[in-house]
């Protein structure tokens, strides 16, 4: 019996993931593949900490609402906590999901604007 997340969306997005070429969508989907007790969880002060203004930031996990952000940021992520929505919205950001956000790169050939945080 093989296993593996029961989400169906998420199941779908990391098999897209695995698929591609470029090591930067491998390691996202190597993140993502981890059981949930072990998946990434990120909090806005971190993002706000390690992140910078005019690259957008890749959780491959959920975003947490502790701590505050300085600068507007885009965020691109699994799950978001309803705090942390308001916190990246209060700066300036926007948040938008993993998938959307892997639709609209998926092509890209330079990742330099581009931060995964775990």
């Known amino acids: ?14 098999d897209k993931l695995k698929k591609e070429k470029r090591p930067f969508w491998k390691r996202i989907a190597f993140f993502l593949s981890k059981p949930r007790r072990r ?7 971190k993002i706000s900490r390690y992140g910078k203004e005019g690259i957008t930031v890749v959780v491959p996990g959920k975003v947490l609402g ?8 885009v965020v691109a992520a699994f799950k978001f906590s309803k705090r942390a929505l308001k916190e990246i919205e209060n700066a300036g950001g ?8 892997y639709e609209k790169n998926r092509k890209a050939k330079h990742f330099n604007d581009f931060m995964i945080l775990v």
């Open 39 to 45: 998946r990434v969880e990120v909090n806005v002060s």
């Open 66 to 73: 502790d701590g505050s952000l300085r600068f507007p940021v």
């Open 94 to 101: 926007k948040a938008i999901g993993l998938k959307e956000f």
């Open 1 to 14: 019996m093989e296993r593996g997340p029961t989400n169906k969306s998420l199941a779908e997005l990391i």
